[in-house]
């Protein structure tokens, strides 16, 4: 298995539509654009007995990704998921059972994503609609992978965990562990497989394609020529630079086959032109892939990719000890501001308290003061109380006037009345 591409994209929307809104590209191997997918920490929709429908809808599984997207510090980021494509070799699975093998290719895509990108949100899609690399219709089985470069809980996901090298690692390690017991065979890496029982190779045309492979799969390994020299060079294939005027590599290898030893070479690329008409008359060598120059521009290519996504886990970085920085600052400041408030709070409250206080005790004076009062204006309230304590004297009774009448003394000699 290899990873094709591994790629940042500044819009989600566009990929999602592209995977699921559009028509089957060639319809000699598939009648329909997904033959199976899945999601992970996002909604998918589904079939009336409650599977994973492989008709999805890219504007409603977008609309989930800007979800998620909003809840990062930086909501308005420039890439916003990573695409990464998953090519499947014809050894692994030759379409020929499509259903099935749909099926078994994206149970070992999400064992993949469970493993590595189970905290992100993503979604998976399995496809046979290429053309092909001869344009039959003969495309291979892959995914698409799309990760949102923000997880559910609003924290970033690092660019380094998306780099080409890594993943291949981690997605051969796994298809090592589990390829079998999905598909019920041995797993061999087509990537590494380049060594072949030479005793096989009949033609010089087989020699080449198996060094085109051991090629392709050294350059991904090293980052420079020289190295990339002494890795061939340990594999039995010799690499040489000719020519002062035109440079070009020469390839060469001993081969033991069915019909004897024999040393065969081949240069990396040469085209005969005529000088006055500018026609190509003929081609031969391994392509232009496999110049010094063609070299020479993938490992600049793979150095830039890596210091890119290094300055952006760095900015990443800077950003989040920015941010934090700054969030500190404001709980700090909130901290402060529920402090102050706090403490108005509980002064307005003990105002309050002293003033209800103070009306209360304002009350029952003015209830004594007024109860004083009413007292001494209420008419016949002195004779209710005199009566109440018996009533005045015969003597004391006033008379019209107000006068109290004066009792006589008794004299001596007065004795009882009759």
Same mark, same amino acid.
């Given at each position: 298995?290899?990873?094709?591409?591994?790629?940042?994209?500044?819009?989600?929307?566009?990929?999602?539509?592209?995977?699921?809104?559009?028509?089957?590209?060639?319809?000699?191997?598939?009648?329909?654009?997904?033959?199976?997918?899945?999601?992970?920490?996002?909604?998918?929709?589904?079939?009336?007995?409650?599977?994973?429908?492989?008709?999805?809808?890219?504007?409603?599984?977008?609309?989930?990704?800007?979800?998620?997207?909003?809840?990062?510090?930086?909501?308005?980021?420039?890439?916003?998921?990573?695409?990464?494509?998953?090519?499947?070799?014809?050894?692994?699975?030759?379409?020929?059972?499509?259903?099935?093998?749909?099926?078994?290719?994206?149970?070992?895509?999400?064992?993949?994503?469970?493993?590595?990108?189970?905290?992100?949100?993503?979604?998976?899609?399995? &496809?046979?609609?290429?053309? @092909?690399? =001869?344009?039959?219709?003969? %495309? #291979?089985?892959?995914? $698409? *992978?799309?990760?949102?470069?923000?997880?559910?809980?609003?924290?970033?996901?690092?660019?380094?965990?998306?780099?080409?090298?890594?993943?291949?690692?981690?997605?051969?390690?796994?298809?090592?562990?589990?390829?079998?017991?999905?598909?019920?065979?041995?797993?061999?890496?087509?990537?590494?497989?380049?060594?072949?029982?030479?005793?096989?190779?009949?033609?010089?045309?087989?020699?080449?394609?198996?060094?085109?492979?051991?090629?392709?799969?050294?350059?991904?390994?090293?980052?420079?020529?020289?190295?990339?020299?002494? &890795?061939?060079?340990?594999? @039995?294939? =010799?690499?040489?630079?000719? %020519? #002062?005027?035109?440079? $070009? *590599?020469?390839?060469?290898?001993?081969?033991?086959?069915?019909?004897?030893?024999?040393?065969?070479?081949?240069?990396?690329?040469?085209?005969?032109?005529?000088?006055?008409?500018?026609?190509?008359?003929?081609?031969?060598?391994?392509?232009?892939?496999?110049?010094?120059?063609?070299?020479?521009?993938?490992?600049?290519?793979?150095?830039?990719?890596?210091?890119?996504?290094?300055?952006?886990?760095?900015?990443?970085?800077?950003?989040?000890?920015?941010?934090?920085?700054?969030?500190?600052?404001?709980?700090?400041?909130?901290?402060?501001?529920?402090?102050?408030?706090?403490?108005?709070?509980?002064?307005?409250?003990?105002?309050?308290?002293?003033?209800?206080?103070?009306?209360?005790?304002?009350?029952?004076?003015?209830?004594?003061?007024?109860?004083?009062?009413?007292?001494?204006?209420?008419?016949?309230?002195?004779?209710?109380?005199?009566?109440?304590?018996?009533?005045?004297?015969?003597?004391?009774?006033?008379?019209?006037?107000?006068?109290?009448?004066?009792?006589?003394?008794?004299?001596?000699?007065?004795?009882?009345?009759?």
């Amino acid at each position: 298995m290899s990873i094709l591409t591994s790629k940042a994209c500044r819009s989600s929307n566009g990929r999602l539509t592209y995977i699921f809104n559009e028509p089957v590209h060639c319809s000699s191997k598939a009648t329909q654009r997904v033959l199976a997918c899945a999601g992970t920490n996002i909604l998918m929709l589904q079939t009336p007995d409650g599977q994973v429908s492989e008709v999805q809808n890219g504007n409603y599984l977008q609309r989930q990704f800007h979800n998620v997207l909003l809840k990062a510090r930086n909501p308005h980021k420039t890439y916003q998921a990573q695409s990464v494509i998953i090519s499947f070799d014809k050894s692994e699975f030759d379409t020929k059972k499509l259903g099935l093998q749909a099926t078994q290719a994206l149970e070992l895509v999400q064992g993949f994503v469970q493993k590595y990108f189970s905290d992100c949100q993503s979604v998976s899609a399995i &496809q046979a609609d290429g053309v @092909g690399g =001869n344009g039959n219709g003969d %495309g #291979k089985l892959h995914c $698409h *992978l799309i990760i949102n470069s923000v997880k559910p809980d609003g924290r970033v996901v690092n660019t380094n965990r998306f780099g080409v090298f890594r993943l291949r690692k981690e997605l051969d390690s796994y298809m090592a562990d589990n390829y079998e017991r999905v598909v019920g065979k041995v797993w061999t890496n087509p990537i590494t497989k380049v060594e072949r029982d030479l005793s096989t190779i009949q033609t010089k045309q087989e020699w080449q394609q198996q060094l085109k492979n051991a090629i392709n799969q050294v350059k991904s390994q090293v980052k420079d020529f020289d190295t990339f020299r002494q &890795q061939l060079l340990q594999r @039995g294939i =010799n690499v040489t630079e000719r %020519g #002062k005027k035109s440079p $070009h *590599l020469v390839y060469a290898a001993t081969v033991i086959g069915s019909r004897g030893t024999k040393r065969w070479r081949v240069r990396d690329f040469y085209q005969r032109i005529d000088k006055s008409t500018g026609q190509v008359l003929s081609t031969r060598g391994l392509g232009k892939d496999y110049t010094r120059e063609s070299l020479e521009h993938y490992w600049q290519a793979m150095r830039e990719q890596t210091s890119d996504l290094k300055k952006k886990e760095d900015n990443n970085r800077e950003s989040r000890q920015y941010n934090n920085e700054e969030l500190r600052e404001l709980f700090r400041a909130a901290s402060r501001s529920r402090t102050k408030t706090a403490e108005q709070r509980e002064s307005q409250r003990q105002a309050f308290r002293k003033l209800v206080e103070y009306e209360t005790s304002q009350n029952a004076q003015q209830r004594r003061i007024s109860k004083t009062v009413g007292r001494k204006t209420q008419p016949g309230a002195n004779e209710a109380e005199l009566k109440h304590k018996g009533g005045p004297s015969e003597g004391n009774r006033p008379n019209r006037n107000g006068q109290k009448h004066a009792r006589p003394n008794p004299r001596p000699d007065d004795g009882p009345e009759p």
